[in-house]
């Protein structure tokens, strides 16, 4: 046994493409921005390259912008990922009824999540403008209009809602197909115990989906804190740094300032950041088994 | 069966990487690498033009993005990979010059220097980095029709900052949804080129001569405070919510660049409109001072193609070269001072104003910090129109913000 030659198994081969741009494109880059982020690096000028140390951490505790993107970031976060998970959630729950050209309305539903990312936010800047889609219909209310991306109160939360709109779709796919896999006699047992709509919901439905909904959370955690093309389509950054997210300022401080090694600290802060969220919603929501989840509490 | 197979595998990949590898056998010709801005269609005939004129030199052109050059661009330059001549835009190129990546072409200058505007960005330290090839002002455009509604002589458009308020008010009374002046807010790159032209015809400025920041002088503070003035009769919006009300006539007047006369002729055919310089602050005091940009020409120091670069870059820039691309791009002009004196450009009333404004518009300072201090006089201005603080205060945080930069640039 010892003496044997080892010899990769065929399906080695077929895997090293994949390995290798993941290597190129994700392992290396990884790697990379954190060498970056103990040096003063600048592209235009890789000869005068420094060793800081912990320099470029240091600035993020003193770094009003950093502190600004960080609050518009969380306040994105907070205010998206719960309101699109739960208005996933219901429209997945909906679809367990009887309604008329369900597969119809579930391609609407989707609809958006096969748009590019920079086409949504072009179309809603439109939307957003003053003369636009929005403000026209305000108009018939006789509500005056109002430059929803040029006021420093109403860029944020008139991205969070384009946001909601273009993700909600997505989410709710994903949490109807795990709940076309709970089996129809715990329904049928529920409506046996005579349980309502919100009790069978309660009890049946979201126990269920747990795992599924931990899924949904963690992958729109980790997106919304991510939330960039949005904003340097439709704001970059502005009016008065009121769209500023981490992820922008990012993008700034490299590739317009050429501080790639306070850049990479950034960088690194958005991955910590989404990882502790995204480990908070798993241990959150725990999958429990099915019948301990299904029994009445 | 199994080892056939692998071989079929090794053979396939082998195969692809040659195929990536592969290259045509340019040995016994000079490649000149060339990376632009402009479509492949405008630039080809020049380049075309050079390869004739130099029998054995090809011009490999690339065309960049507004959008990601500057990035291809350093990322680049990080890698060795870098052209041998590039366009970059006149704001950006102080911080190359500053990082020491570009061939020192001060001899092209002394030789060029009184043939050509627009040299400011292209010096550092007293050296030249960078060749003047186009450039563009922004001028006061007017709508005939709603100066007409308004009682206003539109042959005779606004001179003195008095008149401009005037207008603005006087146009911007005409009825809801329509507005006598415009103002750019929430988007960069062009908030401080509209409000620097009122600020630099007052006499004031970023730096004095002596390096010192002065952006919260009495002169800047003066032309923050009549930008202001403007604002109740000013739509405030980006810049393609602008253009899309001044090409519906719904905005009476905005400061803007050569691409709207392309821009009107197609998509507002029927739009009335003038152009005129912009006003100064009175009639005894101050200039028509406007915002000026360039497309500069730059050989890479680690070029090893310099001298036919640099010849490349000279011909580029040659008056009937720049002219013919001004021509066919419809959105820039000539930088050399030949184009004052052609009638192409002098003949047509709109164009004029366009090449007149030129001679006494400003360029940005030619500083390696000044992408950082254009977005702390971009808020300065913005925090006054919002009514956030007083004009003074915002404008005494952007000089000190401005000296916070330009000392971190001077320490290294």
Redesign the interface.
């Known amino acids: 046994m010892a003496s044997r030659r080892f010899v990769p198994s065929p399906v080695a081969w077929f895997l090293l493409p994949w390995a290798a741009v993941y290597a190129a494109f994700f392992v290396f880059p990884f790697v990379f921005s954190f060498v970056l982020a103990f040096l003063d690096y600048n592209p235009l000028n890789v000869a005068n390259t420094r060793l800081v140390g912990f320099d470029n951490f240091a600035r993020l505790f003193k770094d009003p912008a950093f502190h600004g993107a960080l609050r518009n970031t969380l306040v994105f976060v907070i205010g998206t990922v719960p309101v699109t998970t739960a208005l996933a959630l219901a429209l997945a729950s909906l679809m367990r009824g009887k309604i008329p050209l369900k597969g119809a309305f579930k391609a609407a539903l989707f609809l958006p999540s096969i748009l590019s990312v920079v086409v949504i936010a072009l179309l809603f800047k439109l939307f957003y403008a003053p003369g636009g889609a929005l403000n026209e219909l305000l108009a018939r209310f006789g509500i005056e209009g109002h430059g929803w991306l040029t006021d420093p109160r109403t860029a944020l939360p008139a991205i969070m809602a384009m946001d909601v709109w273009a993700a909600i779709g997505y989410y709710a796919i994903v949490l109807d197909a795990a709940r076309t896999s709970i089996p129809d006699s715990l329904y049928e047992a529920a409506e046996l115990e005579g349980a309502g709509a919100w009790a069978t919901f309660r009890h049946v439905t979201f126990p269920l989906l747990k795992p599924a909904i931990a899924f949904v959370l963690v992958i729109n955690t980790i997106r919304s804190f991510q939330v960039f093309i949005e904003v340097l389509v439709m704001t970059q950054g502005g009016p008065l740094g009121s769209t500023n997210t981490l992820v922008m300022y990012l993008y700034d401080t490299a590739f317009r300032r050429l501080d790639y090694g306070y850049a990479s600290v950034i960088a690194y802060a958005v991955f910590l950041l989404s990882g502790i969220f995204s480990i908070v919603a798993m241990r959150r929501l725990r999958p429990e088994s099915a019948v301990e989840g299904a029994r009445p509490l | 069966m ?1 080892g056939a ?2 071989v079929a ?1 090794v053979v396939a ?1 082998a195969a692809l990487v040659a195929l990536a590898c592969g290259k045509k056998d340019t040995s016994d010709r000079i490649v000149v690498r060339f990376w632009q801005f402009w479509d492949l269609a405008v630039i080809e005939p020049q380049v075309a033009a050079f390869e004739a004129q130099h029998p054995g030199v090809d011009v490999e052109v690339e065309q960049l993005t507004w959008a990601t050059g ?2 291809k661009i ?2 680049a ?2 890698s060795g990979t870098q052209p041998d001549l590039c366009e970059l835009g006149s704001t950006w190129l102080p ?2 010059s500053y ?3 570009l061939e020192d072409i001060t001899t092209v200058y002394e030789a060029e220097r009184d043939s050509f505007l627009m040299w400011e960005s292209a010096l550092w330290n007293g050296r030249a980095y960078g060749l003047p090839w186009v450039q563009g002002s922004r001028v006061l455009f007017i709508n005939r029709d709603l100066f007409r509604r308004a009682g206003l002589d539109p042959d005779r458009p606004p001179q003195t900052w008095d008149e401009l308020l005037t207008a603005s008010q006087k146009i911007g009374e005409l009825g809801t949804g329509i507005y006598g002046f415009g103002q750019n ?4 790159y062009v908030l401080y080129k509209k409000f620097m032209a009122f600020a630099w015809g007052n006499g004031g400025d970023v730096f004095d001569e002596t390096g010192t920041v002065v952006l919260n002088s009495p002169a800047v503070l003066e032309a923050l405070e009549f930008y202001l003035k403007l604002a109740p009769y000013s ?4 810049q393609e ?1 602008l253009d ?2 001044f090409k519906t006539g719904r905005l009476g007047m905005q400061v803007s660049g050569a691409w709207n006369l392309k821009n009107y002729k197609l998509e507002a055919p029927d739009l009335d409109y003038g152009v005129a310089l912009v006003p100064k602050p009175a009639a005894d005091h101050g200039s028509h001072a406007s915002f000026a940009g360039a497309e500069m020409l730059v050989v890479f120091k680690a070029s090893r193609r310099k001298e036919i670069a640099i010849e490349f870059a000279r011909f580029l820039q040659a008056y009937p070269q720049a002219k013919q691309l001004s021509l066919a791009a419809g959105s820039v002009f000539p930088a050399a001072r030949a184009a004052m004196n052609d009638p192409t450009f002098m003949s047509d009333p709109r164009v004029r104003v366009f090449v007149e404004q030129s001679l006494t518009s400003r360029t940005t300072p030619a500083h390696p910090g000044w ?2 201090m254009e977005e702390a006089i ?2 300065a201005v ?2 006054s129109l ?1 009514g ?1 603080r007083a004009p003074r205060w915002c404008l005494d945080d952007a000089a000190k913000e401005v000296q916070q930069i330009a000392a971190r640039f001077q320490k ?1």
């Not at chain 2, 807010?185 to 960069?188: D, V």
């Not at chain 2, 739509?235 to 980006?238: A, F, V």
């Open positions: 199994r197979r692998r595998v990949s500057l990035e350093q990322a330059l990080a911080r190359f990082d020491g990546v807010i929430g988007e960069r739509l405030q919006e980006k919510i899309q009300y992408i950082e971009d808020r913005e925090e919002y956030r290294k």
